[in-house]
């Protein structure tokens, strides 16, 4: 009994520390939409190379056109780099791009 209520608690807390990543990649197409709830230690998120290659994302990082949509310092698109850190919230949806669009 103790172990499954241990593993319901893990289980409660990793759906909630979780990130959800909207990525534009393309004109004219829609956006892609991917939540994730590992890899990471909540609550900092490393933009890692696996990431940006399920989003699509990878080749802009390499020629360093990803942007992400900073809401907390800027309000306003900025050039990140793959190894930028994110500290995140309960909640919190982070947004990239590729520079181009």
Request: charged share 20%.
């Amino acid at each position: 009994m103790w172990k499954l209520d241990s593993e319901r608690q893990a289980h409660a807390k990793r759906t909630k520390e979780h990130i959800t990543f909207y990525a534009w990649t393309m004109d004219g197409t829609p956006h892609v939409v991917h939540v994730v709830q590992s890899g990471f230690i909540w609550p900092y998120f490393i933009i890692s190379p696996a990431l940006l290659s399920m989003l699509g994302l990878l080749e802009a990082s390499e020629q360093g056109d990803l942007w992400l949509y900073d809401e907390m310092d800027f309000a306003d698109w900025v050039v990140v780099d793959i190894g930028h850190i994110a500290e995140v919230q309960e909640g919190q949806w982070l947004f990239l791009k590729d520079h181009s669009l």
